[in-house]
């Protein structure tokens, strides 16, 4: 005989447990990604994600193309060649425009207007109306909040500090909650505390606000305050970890350590393939060059023969005493 325990959940419940959600896709993601500029291959052929809901570091020396990549996420790149998905959306489509804020390296703000009023203004761009009114101000109120500036909220942005019109620029791209943040290089010019305040800033927006992060540094020691990381060099991504992960994959202590040995490996990998290619040109070109020269050199006796000839003219000149002692 079978021991049966009835239900004890009340009649009606679904007895069935729900089946775990799928995970949500990456904000962007990137296949065969290629930006070429003029006779310069800018980005060679990247593949890569960049997940919701965290903060990516793009991290790299200047001049590696970080700010050509950032550009190309945000739609506003020429000649971009590959695969670019944003927030489910190819690269630039116009849908994406409201859903995404980007920081540019230099200040995007108007010197004659206040910091309010410069984000007035945007804030009219991105919910125009007067039935949005009242949001906007609480839009542009709470911006400010962010970045720390109430106090200075009705000065001229072009009597601001380097540090600060970088953070006016930084609280237009968070009006609207954007659900992508790209930001380059936002803390540039900032001296430690804000740059602090800051990352506490970016970390609070990732976790409570549900927001996606893309910021772009040289500076290594920020590497450790991101969920992830794109390690860039020469227009190609040497790593896409985490900064543990980098450490553990390379034995170092910190990711700047992780970071130069891979370009220590990388340089070493690209001069291996090199050194095969540039050997075989060499000794042809030096096998052609040797023939060329030893023709002439062959023929040089030759030239020569009326040289030797000479003792030959010299014979009458013995002749001429013999004569006069016949006579």
Request: contains cysteine.
């Amino acid at each position: 005989m079978m021991n049966f325990k009835p239900d004890s959940r009340p009649p009606g419940e679904n007895t069935t447990q729900a089946p775990p959600a799928p995970p949500a896709p990456p904000a962007v993601q990137a296949e065969n990604l290629t930006v070429v500029r003029g006779p310069r291959t800018v980005l060679r052929t990247l593949d890569f994600t960049v997940p919701r809901g965290q903060i990516t570091g793009l991290l790299g020396p200047s001049g590696c193309g970080k700010s050509t990549l950032m550009r190309s996420i945000v739609g506003t790149q020429d000649k971009v060649t590959g695969t670019l998905d944003v927030l489910g959306r190819p690269a630039g489509h116009p849908a994406l425009r409201t859903r995404i804020g980007y920081v540019t390296q230099a200040p995007s703000v108007y010197d004659d207007l206040t910091i309010r009023q410069n984000l007035d203004y945007f804030a009219a761009i991105l919910d125009p109306g007067r039935a949005a009114a009242d949001r906007r101000h609480e839009n542009v109120t709470r911006a400010i909040a962010d970045v720390d500036l109430t106090t200075h909220a009705d000065a001229l942005a072009g009597n601001l500090s380097g540090g600060q019109r970088n953070r006016v620029s930084l609280a237009v791209a968070l009006l609207g909650t954007p659900e992508l943040l790209v930001l380059d290089e936002p803390t540039v010019g900032l001296d430690p505390v804000l740059r602090r305040d800051l990352w506490n800033l970016f970390h609070d927006i990732a976790a409570a606000r549900g927001a996606t992060l893309l910021i772009s540094s040289h500076v290594m020691d920020e590497a450790e305050r991101c969920h992830r990381l794109l390690l860039m060099r020469e227009g190609e991504i040497l790593a896409d970890a985490t900064p543990e992960a980098l450490r553990t994959r390379t034995g170092a202590d910190t990711v700047e350590t992780a970071f130069l040995h891979l370009v220590d490996a990388a340089t070493e990998t690209a001069r291996t393939k090199e050194t095969p290619t540039k050997k075989t040109p060499t000794k042809k070109t030096s096998t052609k060059k040797t023939s060329a020269k030893e023709a002439p050199t062959k023929e040089a006796p030759t030239k020569e023969a009326p040289t030797k000839e000479a003792p030959t003219k010299k014979t009458p000149t013995k002749e001429t005493p013999t004569k006069e002692t016949s006579r």
